[in-house]
């Protein structure tokens, strides 16, 4: 293995295939999307340079909407980061100081990120009914009439009803990095401060979250730009509806690249998708910077 490592004809021949694949999946479709956002193309045609009027038009559009679906996304990472991590981090510390059956719950939480989102999608579409869904059924059974809803089917109401499943999928996958986090803490910290008179609040809080920072920055930085580039999940719940109201990025790119044949305006979305997803990961660093950083 060594041999191998000091080897640099070695070196060049496995990592060559891998830079290759990554080239073909990665960079060349961001060139190619920041190339075709100058362009007026429709997909047939010949493509048309207009300079940068599409990103013009993309934030001074009214009818296109797109500082709303910003709007939209920054509110579900918001969401993410300060109701989906806490839970996820509440449940990794409570399961790994272990409860009973805890490779069973482990597992159990886990579960709904490891289903289709399609399935995910009928499931929560089925519960949200306004006729026969299990969550009016329910306000119908306790009286709560009044609070019945066509939940995806108003303006009002749509984007937290979209917003709720997507961030009940992915809470079990932010446990499962911040539980193996919390097993990897060598166990003779918490033991000493059990010693010296520490509760379990109190060595969670001055133990266990510090030495998870590096997880923390991890789970953040999937949370925020997962969210910004959200889409399948509301696409299979509302589509982007009702008139637009829980529409996000990705929603809205698709729209124009397959329902409007507007390519040139689509590759300006994923350019500034990509340019968010970079830019939070970079900022997201830079707070979490820790001492071996």
């Given at each position: 293995m060594n041999r191998v490592r000091r080897n640099k004809t070695a070196i060049i021949l496995f990592i060559i295939p891998t830079l290759i694949l990554f080239c073909t999946i990665i960079i060349v479709p961001i060139f190619m999307d920041v190339y075709y956002s100058f362009f007026k193309w429709n997909g047939m045609t010949a493509p048309e340079f207009i300079g940068a009027d599409n990103y013009i038009e993309l934030f001074s559009s009214k009818a296109m909407g797109f500082p709303r679906t910003i709007k939209n996304a920054f509110i579900l990472a918001g969401l993410s980061v300060f109701i989906q991590l806490p839970i996820s981090l509440f449940m990794a510390i409570v399961l790994a100081r272990g409860v009973k059956w805890e490779k069973f719950f482990v597992a159990l939480f886990f579960t709904p990120v490891l289903i289709s989102t399609v399935v995910i999608g009928?499931?929560?579409?089925?519960?949200?009914?306004?006729?026969?869904?299990?969550?009016?059924?329910?306000?119908r059974l306790v009286g709560l009439d009044?609070?019945?809803?066509?939940?995806?089917?108003?303006?009002?109401?749509?984007?937290?009803?979209?917003?709720?499943?997507?961030?009940?999928?992915?809470?079990?996958?932010?446990m499962l990095l911040l539980y193996a986090g919390v097993k990897s803490i060598p166990e003779e910290l918490n033991e000493a401060a059990k010693i010296d008179g520490a509760n379990s609040w109190q060595i969670a809080r001055l133990i266990t979250i510090p030495n998870l920072k590096p997880t923390l920055q991890v789970c953040t930085i999937f949370?925020?730009?997962?969210?910004?580039?959200?889409?399948?999940?509301?696409?299979?719940?509302?589509?982007?509806?009702?008139?637009?109201?829980?529409e996000v990025p990705s929603t809205l790119m698709v729209d124009m690249i397959f329902g409007r044949s507007r390519y040139g305006i689509g590759s300006t979305i994923a350019v500034f998708i990509i340019f968010l997803c970079f830019f939070f990961a970079v900022l997201i660093k830079k707070v979490f910077k820790t001492e071996v950083d």
């Open positions: 009928q499931l929560w579409l089925k519960m949200y009914n306004p006729q026969y869904g299990i969550i009016n059924s329910f306000l009044n609070l019945c809803r066509t939940w995806l089917g108003d303006g009002r109401t749509a984007l937290p009803a979209v917003f709720v499943p997507i961030l009940w999928q992915y809470i079990g996958y932010h949370a925020i730009t997962g969210s910004l580039k959200a889409f399948d999940l509301i696409y299979v719940l509302t589509g982007g509806g009702p008139a637009h109201a829980s």
